[in-house]
């Protein structure tokens, strides 16, 4: 396996980190998110929102990508940041103290099996504790068994917590998977 760099994300990788998005999108959940929604990511659209959100002085995550080796080729992407569930969803966890949120973590098919998407999270992690957390937490879509072996793998522990991601419809039941930092 290959070393990754991984780097902050800047405005200029909208559009691979736009590809990413899109390819992570539909290899990961086709057969938990409606075909729909999937079928009508569109790559302008997805650039354009990336560009205006890694171009937000106030956005509160920290978004950074993993490239490949020999090249600016961006493999994944993901964010951290302070928690932006409810309380209720929060409040669940026995302390949230010093929690952060690993907010997204995508990689391009071509890529799983690579080792990017460790040095990825890693790097994440490491980017939670830069900004003063001791603990984190992620949701991921109920059926995304990979995902869940993959942060598994990783030391991050399966909770009992879930609630309804409504940001698509239909809404998409997801567990959360906690983390320390220490």
Known sequence: MADFRVRRAR???????????????????RGIMADEI????????QTTGWARNLGEESNPMSTLVALEPAEDRVLGFG?????RDSAEVLGRLPDTAGLGQLAAINLHPDAFGTGAGADL????????RAMGFTRAYLMVAEGNERAMRFYAKH????????????????????????????
């Open 11 to 29: 405005v200029d990788d909208a559009a691979q980190i736009a590809e990413v998005h899109i390819a992570a999108w539909t290899a990961a959940y």
């Open 38 to 45: 999937l079928d009508s990511l569109n790559l302008d659209r």
């Open 79 to 83: 964010g951290v940041c302070p928690p």
């Open 121 to 128: 999270l890693h790097a994440l992690e490491e980017e939670l």
């Open 155 to 182: 030391g991050w522990h399966r909770t009992e917590i879930t609630h309804v991601f409504d940001g698509v419809s239909p809404a998409v039941p997801e567990r959360m998977f906690t983390v320390d930092l220490g």
